[in-house]
């Protein structure tokens, strides 16, 4: 809008001012109130500061033009310290990518590529116009951007499961079409789990897969992912160093985590575990599956 208003006549040059200084002073903010969408900024409130800074700074240059300029005749240019509105949006967007890494982090997600894209995107846009001042192209590569963050983040929000917010059955359906290297197939269930809603409720039934669903992503979660498959099923692919990894110690080790919590709540189930190692060569996933979930069930018994 500030371009077409440019050297358009000096009855407009208020309202040219008044839509520069929007302009120059709205497009640094939609990365963070982008980035709310990842986490609520509440307790994280001074990473406005720079903003509202800035901000203030663009409103001075209005009438001192340091950062811009609109001369009599309703000419627009940059002013001398026209890198402070650069300086704030790569701020900004900065801000968002490490937002969006750490949400996609807690959500399991390891692919940033696209995140990389996005950044290269906005980064590309930021440096096309410091190269060429008639290049107006910032708040094109922003506005694609944030639409691009929207996507991300409803892909990230499909594949959780809201309850125990592990990786959930369509994800996991997902994940195992495209299996073609060696894996650690996991498969869990919780014991008697229809007579713990029946007895003590769905809310503590609801309780009891949160807890199970944290204690696997805690013990399991740096060398795989974990999906919640099933009302009480949940199942890890360990894909990270498994040559390394010492599986019975793993599952010790999840044995005794799970046993720490009913000693704080008496009434938190057992789970039971079964494991076998995917070869791609010699079987199906499904298959490798159907064996956990077999030695699963035996270990029910015992």
Request: charged residues 20%.
């Amino acid at each position: 809008m500030g371009e077409l208003l440019n050297g358009f006549g000096p009855e407009f040059y208020v309202l040219h001012n008044i839509i520069k200084f929007f302009e120059l002073s709205v497009a640094p903010i939609i990365p963070i109130v982008i980035s709310t969408a990842f986490y609520p900024i509440k307790s994280r409130y001074l990473v406005f500061v720079p903003n509202a800074i800035h901000i203030v700074l663009e409103f001075l240059s209005l009438f001192y033009g340091f950062i811009f300029n609109i001369d009599e005749n309703n000419n627009y240019t940059h002013g001398k310290f026209y890198f402070i509105y650069y300086i704030i949006l790569f701020f900004g967007v900065i801000f968002l990518i490490a937002t969006a890494v750490k949400f996609g982090a807690n959500l399991q997600n390891r692919n940033n590529i696209s995140l990389t894209m996005i950044a290269l995107l906005v980064f590309t846009g930021l440096i096309c116009q410091v190269i060429d001042r008639t290049l107006k192209v910032v708040w094109l590569t922003v506005a694609i951007a944030a639409i691009l963050f929207y996507i991300y983040y409803c892909n990230m929000v499909l594949q959780i499961d809201s309850l125990t917010k592990l990786l959930n059955r369509r994800s996991f359906d997902s994940r195992r079409q495209m299996h073609h290297k060696r894996v650690l197939v996991i498969v869990f269930d919780v014991n008697n789990f229809k007579s713990i809603n029946d007895k003590y409720g769905h809310a503590f039934g609801d309780y009891c897969l949160k807890t199970v669903g944290g204690v696997i992503k805690s013990v399991y979660g740096k060398n795989g992912q974990c999906y919640r498959i099933g009302g009480d099923e949940f199942c890890v692919i360990l894909d990270r160093r498994i040559d390394l990894i010492d599986i019975e110690n793993l599952n010790e080790k999840f044995k005794n985590a799970l046993s720490e919590e009913n000693k704080t709540d008496s009434r938190m189930p057992t789970v039971a575990l079964g494991y076998t190692t995917f070869e791609p060569k010699k079987m199906g996933f499904d298959e490798a599956v159907a064996i956990a979930d077999e030695q699963m069930y035996k270990n029910k018994k015992i």
